[in-house]
């Protein structure tokens, strides 16, 4: 696509439910990143996919999160049992080679009751 | 200690002000450098990557100090439109692309 798609914009969900959050990346990029950014704060890495593996996932918080990219496009993040903690923006990005310039969707911004 | 660190905020400036940002990384192996721009509830959006040997696009000039482990960003003549989130963003050592990116600098330029 034109550019990087990310659904949903916004999701409210309640304290301990799952909540899927999709990327859909700049054609051809390989490399996909995961931030999220609360009020105030830059974005936060999480996990970056060089293709279909994931690189560097050494920011996720715990266990609770996951994130998944089977066919070197598409991303989901997902997020078991959420807390009202993992509220904010959620960015996806993608870049033609990994470690070079980014390219940002708009985010999903999450919000947890 | 933050990898990447930034002046706090927010700068307020008049127009046609000269302001300069600064960002300071904490690992010295680290291999490209950038800044981002972000508009409020809006996605970042890369302004330029940072050269060596310093580097300019129109208004805009970012420098970088390896020996310092610093960076920093110049505006030149400001603009209202200038007003937005200013991000310092460093390549891990690493051989992978991990990103990180500086808590942000908030600038306000007024009329």
């Known amino acids: 696509g034109a550019g990087v798609s990310q659904t949903p914009s916004n999701k409210v969900t309640e304290k301990g439910k799952y909540v899927e959050l999709r990327c859909d990346p700049i054609s051809g990029h390989t490399a996909l990143y995961w931030y999220r950014q609360s009020l105030g704060q830059g974005p936060e890495f999480l996990i970056y996919f060089q293709g279909t593996g994931a690189a560097d996932d050494s920011g996720l918080p715990n266990d609770r999160f996951f994130a998944v990219r089977p066919e070197g496009s598409v991303s989901t993040l997902k997020i078991q049992r959420t807390e009202r903690g993992d509220s904010a923006v959620y960015l996806c990005?993608?870049?033609?080679?990994?470690?070079?310039?980014?390219?940002f969707g708009a985010g999903s911004r999450l919000t947890v009751l | 200690r933050k990898e990447v660190e930034q002046d706090p905020g927010p700068f307020n400036v008049p127009e046609g002000a000269t302001v300069a940002f600064n960002c300071t990384y904490s690992n010295s192996a680290s291999q490209s450098f950038f800044w981002y721009r972000q508009d409020c509830r809006k996605e970042p959006k890369l302004l330029m990557s940072?050269?060596?040997s310093g580097n300019e696009d129109g208004r805009f000039t970012a420098q970088l100090n390896r020996a310092s482990q610093y960076i920093s960003l110049l505006i030149r003549d400001s603009k209202l439109s200038d007003s937005a989130t200013y991000l310092c963003?460093?390549?891990?050592?690493?051989?992978?692309?991990?990103?990180?990116f500086g808590q942000g600098t908030e600038l306000s330029v007024k009329p």
């Open positions: 963003v460093v390549k891990g050592s690493n051989q992978g692309g991990k990103l990180i």
């Open positions: 990005a993608s870049s033609a080679t990994q470690g070079h310039v980014l390219t």
């Open positions: 940072v050269y060596s």
